[in-house]
């Protein structure tokens, strides 16, 4: 596993466990908003003669091979953009929220990532520098992204 990968995969593992997310949107107030679903298509390249390959639905695909949206399940955060460096830790976690806060030289090239069901892939973006905290609120079951709020 490339080391982002492992990054990702052990922080995802560690701060949210991926079932399926409520139907409601995240939105951040004032800020960008994670896409409650991500279609995602993968393929195998360059397949070893002799070899076929097999999908067991990870990621889901449509019988006609469009990919289906993958469910949203974690909201993080990293100082600079998302790369070999793990994902800033939250300040506060309770069974309904996670809690980041950050620091004015932290805030100035902060950026969320959106983590989905069924994928290594991530999208992310760069926030205002203007923020000072962001809460996650968590599903009911407390295990997936219900919501989001930055102030």
């Known amino acids: 596993m ?19 997310i409520a139907a409601q949107a995240v939105a951040a107030e004032g800020g960008p908003q994670c ?16 070899f076929k390959a097999y999908q067991e639905g990870n990621p889901p695909k449509a019988a006609d091979g469009t990919a289906i949206p993958l469910p949203l399940v974690a909201i ?37 990532a959106c983590a989905y ?7 992310a973006t760069k926030l205002p520098a203007t923020l000072s905290s962001c809460t996650v609120t968590l599903s009911p079951d407390g295990q997936m992204a219900a919501g989001l709020a930055c102030q």
Not at 94 to 108: G, Y
Not at 117 to 123: E, G, H, M, R, S
């Open 76 to 112: 993080l955060f990293w100082n600079g953009e998302p790369s070999a460096q793990p994902p800033l830790p939250p300040a506060a976690q309770s069974k309904t929220a996670l809690t980041w806060k950050f620091t004015p030289a932290q805030a100035q090239n902060l950026w969320m």
């Open 35 to 50: 896409p409650k679903a991500l279609p995602v298509t993968q393929t195998v390249q360059d397949l070893p003669s002799g």
């Open 117 to 123: 069901d069924a994928t290594a892939l991530i999208v």
């Open 2 to 20: 490339k080391p982002m990968k492992a990054v990702l995969f052990s922080s995802l593992l560690a701060l949210i466990a991926s079932q399926t």
